[in-house]
């Protein structure tokens, strides 16, 4: 089992600034690619951004050019830097791993989410 530790929400006002980290821990053979998922009230669940393990990223492109991913592969941890952010960007944030054990088998792991909210 791996587990996926989140923080780094809160609120914020618009045009500010935060930064999202995600911590994999427990039994990891391997972690292909993270992410950040979002989903806002009444809303489907959708990528934010993803980034493999060789470090390219791809993002949504509501968030593009605001929000930039990347990884410690060392420690498992993916970070979510967000800025100018305005108040659309307003949901729990999730944390996303796709791992493969020795066996070679594919299990994706989920946080348990962290809310951010953006508000004057």
């Known amino acids: 089992q791996v587990q996926l530790v989140e923080s780094g929400g809160g609120l914020v006002q618009p045009g500010g600034s935060l930064r999202l980290s995600c911590a994999a821990s427990?039994?990891?053979?391997?972690?292909?690619?993270m992410g950040w998922y979002r989903q806002a009230p009444g809303k489907w669940r959708e990528l934010v951004a993803g980034?493999?393990?060789?470090?390219?990223?791809n993002y949504a492109d509501s968030v593009k050019g605001r929000f930039t991913i990347s990884r410690d592969s060392a420690k498992n941890t993916v970070y979510l830097q967000m800025t100018s952010l305005k108040p659309e960007d307003t949901a729990v944030y999730y944390c996303?791993?796709?791992?493969?054990?020795?066996?070679?088998?594919?299990?994706?792991?989920w946080g348990q989410g962290t809310q951010v909210t953006v508000s004057s």
């Open positions: 980034i493999t393990v060789s470090g390219s990223a």
């Open positions: 427990g039994s990891i053979f391997r972690i292909n690619a």
């Open positions: 996303n791993a796709e791992t493969f054990t020795k066996m070679g088998v594919r299990e994706d792991y």
